[in-house]
């Protein structure tokens, strides 16, 4: 047991136990193992530049965030290469820079810069085009540099987080990856980001609480052009044209230099590199961006893909889960992907098929648009979205499946993870963190069953579908004596976590029924012979649901 608890850490006993059965039935050492950690949102981390994660901040010591400043070259250079047509909002943005260099000359922060903005433009902000506000931002940031002109890096502090559930990922992350290899490497993919050399430090830094070095593999949509493309010395140019992204190579010059020099050696040696790596880490933001670091325009895979696709541990947070999509699903259907949308406009409007790798998305962003080149293909049990209850996307992700003849949903909640582990003998999922995951069986029509795993279960893989498993069921925490739901409509069920909030309050009450109600449209949650309900833990998303019938109607 001191063993166990030298490789594992601090894990709470229910996932050590877990964590013994799973290393005896799926971590023989097989090529067909693999483990995905798929995480709903960013982690509440401690960092230098996230103190309010912190539990003390005397020990932390980092970047604390982004400095701009402005100058009579840097305005001079937003005038040189004004990204658009629009002749109005170059001019007025000279006038605005103009007035602010005499006035805030010192470097400062990016809430700084915009109040001085406000405070003499306002209406400017609001006519920018989002293209040109990025290019205005990422002409006037400048490095953060030490007293030698080394630049500060962001660094992670686990040890001091306030949200110890982001610490209990973090350690099956690492638990995962040292089972399988005792000298592990792991490479960490940035590309979801806008700005992926700004997200680099983070990352990189993430694992080293647990003695595991992870380095950052600047595959950008600029360098993978160029990688294929023999075009590595037009880096700089290719990061305006592929990411809209500018300056780069001064504000990160030791990342921009990384990426020549990784281009420069070429595919050959890329694959040598994730041939010896246990993990790869996909990072949150926009999954249409990571997508150009998997597919060319043209939507056929980079030479590199079935070698990121087939590392024994992926590590997906937010969009970098989603992008686990692709591929053929098991019930034998194209797979999916969510790129955007809210789930009151999916009910309204449906979705959107949106093929187009690396193109500027014109549809608004509450509207749901989906894509079939989807990701990386590593997750075919169904369609998976994140962020998943706080922002109420369960009618988005119905929706999708409704639309697309996908049979499953899986919505990860923020704080915690879906785990995916296979062998060649076993399929199991856990989930662990703070909250939960919905997963939803599509029936066609907004109709079907959803359930609701919380952090603790175990489930089971079969043929049948997704249950939970015997020793879930077995350790499940006694019932508890509380009321009756009120006999009412509950209102504003598509919006913040409330839907979430109903179901807990069904399986606490073990209620039957209810109906809920946003704008147009009605919810029927209905138990049947097949819903079960059981108190995994005792936090406020601790109550297990099981196969509980919904579906949504439309009144005049």
């Known amino acids: 047991m001191c063993l166990i608890k030298n490789v594992y850490g601090a894990f709470r006993a229910a996932l050590l136990v877990f964590f013994l059965l799973l290393s005896f039935f799926s971590f023989a050492v097989k090529p067909t193992n693999q483990t995905l950690v798929m995480v709903g949102g960013e982690l509440a981390m401690c960092s230098s530049a996230n103190s309010q994660h912190c539990t003390s901040e005397e020990a932390i010591s980092g970047k604390q965030s982004r400095l701009f400043k402005i100058t009579r070259e840097a305005i001079k250079t937003v005038n040189q290469s004004w990204p658009t047509n629009n002749k109005a909002n170059k001019k007025a943005v000279n006038t605005l820079l103009n007035t602010l260099v005499d006035t805030h000359s010192k470097s400062m922060r990016k809430t700084q810069l915009l109040w001085a903005w406000r405070d003499t433009n306002n209406e400017l902000l609001s006519v920018l085009h989002v293209s040109e506000f990025n290019y205005v931002l990422d002409m006037l940031e400048i490095a953060v540099v030490d007293q030698q002109q080394n630049r500060i890096k962001e660094r992670v502090f686990p040890a001091y987080n306030v949200e110890s559930s982001s610490t209990d990922i973090l350690d099956f992350v690492a638990a995962s990856i040292k089972v399988n290899s005792q000298t592990p490497k792991v490479l960490v993919i940035t590309a979801s980001s806008r700005d992926p050399y700004a997200s680099a430090d983070y990352y990189e830094s993430l694992l080293n609480h647990k003695g595991i070095q992870a380095e950052w593999l600047p595959l950008t949509p600029a360098s993978a052009y160029a990688l294929v493309n023999d075009k590595c010395n037009e880096l700089n140019t290719l990061r305006q044209t592929e990411?809209?992204?500018?300056?780069?190579?001064?504000?990160?010059?030791?990342?921009?230099?990384?990426?020549?020099?990784?281009?420069?050696?070429?595919?050959?040696?890329?694959?040598?590199?994730?041939?010896?790596?246990?993990?790869?880490?996909?990072?949150?933001?926009?999954?249409?961006?990571?997508?150009?670091?998997?597919?060319?325009?043209?939507?056929?895979?980079?030479?590199?893909?079935?070698?990121?696709?087939?590392?024994?541990?992926?590590?997906?947070?937010?969009?970098?889960?989603?992008?686990?999509?692709?591929?053929?699903?098991?019930?034998?259907?194209?797979?999916?992907?969510?790129?955007?949308?809210?789930?009151?406009?999916?009910?309204?409007?449906?979705?959107?098929?949106?093929?187009?790798?690396?193109?500027?998305?014109?549809?608004?962003?509450?509207?749901?648009?989906?894509?079939?080149?989807?990701?990386?293909?590593?997750?075919?049990?169904?369609?998976?979205?994140?962020?998943?209850?706080?922002?109420?996307?369960?009618?988005?992700?119905?929706?999708?499946?409704?639309?697309?003849?996908?049979?499953?949903?899986?919505?990860?909640?923020?704080?915690?993870?879906?785990?995916?582990?296979?062998?060649?003998?076993?399929?199991?999922?856990?989930?662990?963190?703070?909250?939960?995951?919905?997963?939803?069986?599509?029936?066609?029509?907004?109709?079907?069953?959803?359930?609701?795993?919380?952090?603790?279960?175990?489930?089971?893989?079969?043929?049948?579908?997704?249950?939970?498993?015997?020793?879930?069921?077995?350790?499940?925490?006694?019932?508890?004596?509380?009321?009756?739901?009120?006999?009412?409509?509950?209102?504003?069920?598509?919006?913040?976590?409330?839907?979430?909030?109903?179901?807990?309050?069904?399986?606490?009450?073990?209620?039957?029924?209810?109906?809920?109600?946003?704008?147009?449209?009605?919810?029927?949650?209905?138990?049947?012979?097949?819903?079960?309900?059981?108190?995994?833990?005792?936090?406020?998303?601790?109550?297990?649901?099981?196969?509980?019938?919904?579906?949504?109607?439309?009144?005049?």
Not at 336 to 357: E, K
Request: with cysteine; aromatic share 8%.
């Open 243 to 556: 990411m809209h992204l500018f300056n780069r190579e001064k504000v990160y010059r030791d990342r921009t230099d990384t990426e020549l020099a990784f281009c420069q050696q070429g595919i050959n040696a890329l694959h040598k590199q994730l041939n010896t790596a246990t993990a790869v880490i996909f990072n949150d933001g926009d999954q249409a961006l990571a997508q150009q670091v998997l597919f060319t325009r043209s939507g056929e895979a980079y030479p590199w893909f079935t070698k990121l696709q087939s590392r024994p541990v992926i590590m997906g947070v937010g969009s970098g889960s989603i992008l686990q999509n692709g591929g053929v699903s098991a019930q034998g259907k194209k797979s999916v992907m969510v790129l955007q949308g809210d789930s009151l406009s999916a009910l309204r409007q449906g979705g959107t098929n949106y093929d187009c790798i690396g193109c500027e998305m014109k549809e608004a962003s509450d509207v749901l648009v989906y894509s079939t080149k989807s990701g990386l293909a590593t997750f075919d049990y169904g369609t998976v979205d994140s962020h998943f209850s706080e922002r109420n996307r369960t009618m988005r992700l119905a929706r999708l499946l409704a639309d697309t003849g996908q049979k499953y949903g899986f919505g990860i909640d923020e704080t915690t993870a879906l785990v995916s582990i296979r062998s060649a003998d076993t399929a199991l999922m856990t989930v662990i963190g703070k909250n939960g995951v919905v997963h939803i069986e599509s029936a066609g029509k907004l109709s079907g069953k959803l359930s609701y795993w919380p952090a603790g279960a175990v489930i089971d893989v079969t043929d049948k579908g997704f249950s939970f498993a015997k020793r879930s069921v077995d350790n499940a925490l006694p019932s508890m004596t509380i009321p009756p739901l009120p006999l009412q409509r509950f209102g504003g069920i598509f919006s913040e976590a409330k839907l979430r909030s109903l179901l807990q309050a069904m399986c606490l009450t073990q209620e039957q029924q209810a109906v809920a109600q946003q704008d147009e449209f009605l919810l029927n949650l209905d138990a049947t012979e097949q819903t079960h309900y059981y108190r995994i833990n005792k936090s406020r998303s601790g109550c297990g649901v099981e196969n509980l019938s919904f579906k949504v109607k439309t009144f005049n």
